[in-house]
């Protein structure tokens, strides 16, 4: 979601005069977590949660401003990326079960 996100963040610089109060609480909350994650020393993923719900709702108010390949971009590489995980536990497995009658010989 990281092409999204950029979008969403330059449209936003570019038209920051229009932003509402609205918009600006969601930007504080979404972007709030981020600055947190980066300070601590601990970093857990489960905190970004929170910034989700921001994301969503900011992603609905800027749909009709983003720019297609923005989208499409976003869908193709979500798509990509449990694609190739999938390969390449599938050739984790075959490097397994290769291994596994090689020892049983």
Known sequence: MALLVFGLVWIALKQ????NDFEKM?????ASPFFMFSLANQRSSRYLLEAMSALAVLCTLYCRRIDCKLLVGT???SGAVPVLMLRMSL???DGMVGDLVRLCR
């Open 91 to 93: 050739r984790m497995n």
């Open 16 to 19: 920051r005069k229009q932003v």
């Open 26 to 30: 969601l930007w504080i909350w979404m």
């Open 75 to 77: 869908l193709i590489m």
